[in-house]
């Protein structure tokens, strides 16, 4: 690898771990013409590498539902970022996401018939009769084998695990925890100098009428078919606390600071929702008009800064003004 070209910034994509969020934050960061949106869906392996290697000059930013592992397909040197989810809470949110997309009107279901859909969910990746075919093999430990960058039939395995592990530790990438997405995006802020992350959160699952009964029961099953993607995430919060950790004791009112921030975001969104301006792509306007606001900002303290070193500079030769009359009396006393 060229030791000067610039890194090419990969978001790999776990689904339903906060990536579709995090996506409004990286259309706001980067244009078109810096970065390479490969969309939603399930793209293979050979796919992903051409259109990376054919990428317009100036894009140093890749993202999508992609596999771990474009570092040994590009010549320039790359860093990754992703998110990893608690495997119960996840599973939950993919079925329960998946079972409104397939079947809206099961949603409502007994818990007993939701729980029932669900481990049959979690044991063979078919839900309302059929398997999702870009989620195919979600529910086997899908964040173990994304991170591990490995694409074959079958369960997944330790081999994988051992890879995906490997990949947590990297220094050079950011790993990014559902649970703490505030925290999260403050370590990127200050570790890779990114501004404006204000998010509205996008393509959550709705609060079902027996969303915690399905929780509960994910959370079991997790134990159970989920044994990779637990250790895998036990991993991420070592690091990712470690990383926090090494922040020092700023870290924690910095996130305070940027939640705070964001709800003053949230509201701009549901201003412009209500005035004349509403936008088709609102997070990213808000974004922008957040920005200029912070620029506006900015500037006006540049210019309250410049008048406080000017008038300090006027005290200044006041004082010095006055000395020097008063030792010129003193003169004409003596």
Known sequence: MTENLRPLTVFVHNPK?????????????????????????????????RLVQERQPGQDVVWGHIKYGL??????????????????????????????????????????????????????????????????????????????????????????????????????????????????????????????????RSNSTRLFRHGEAVAEAAAGLAAEHAALDSALYDAAKRRFEADVESEGPGFAGAVATFTERNVQFVRLLHERAAGERASADPVVHANLELRARSQELAAAETARGRLESELASQTRQAERLRSKLERSGERRKA
């Open 17 to 49: 771990t906060g990536g579709a969020t995090f996506r409004t934050i990286l259309r706001t960061q980067f244009s078109p013409a810096t970065s390479l949106n490969l969309g939603k869906g399930e793209l293979d392996q050979e796919t992903v590498h």
């Open 71 to 200: 570092h040994e397909h590009v010549d320039e040197p790359c860093r990754y970022v992703f998110f990893v989810r608690s495997p119960g809470a996840r599973l939950a949110s993919l079925y329960l996401f998946l079972l409104a997309r397939e079947r809206p009107e099961s949603v409502d279901d007994p818990a007993d018939r939701l729980i029932d859909g669900l481990r049959r969910y979690v044991e063979t990746g078919v839900i309302a009769g059929r398997v999702a075919p870009e989620f195919d093999r979600e529910h086997d430990n899908g964040q173990t084998r994304r991170l591990s960058g490995v694409e074959r039939e079958g369960r997944a395995d330790r081999s994988m695990l051992d890879l995906a592990l490997a990949h947590v530790a990297e220094p050079e990438s950011i790993v990014g925890l559902t649970e703490r997405f505030d925290e999260s995006l403050v370590l990127i802020q200050r570790r890779w100098g990114w501004r404006y992350l204000h998010y509205r």
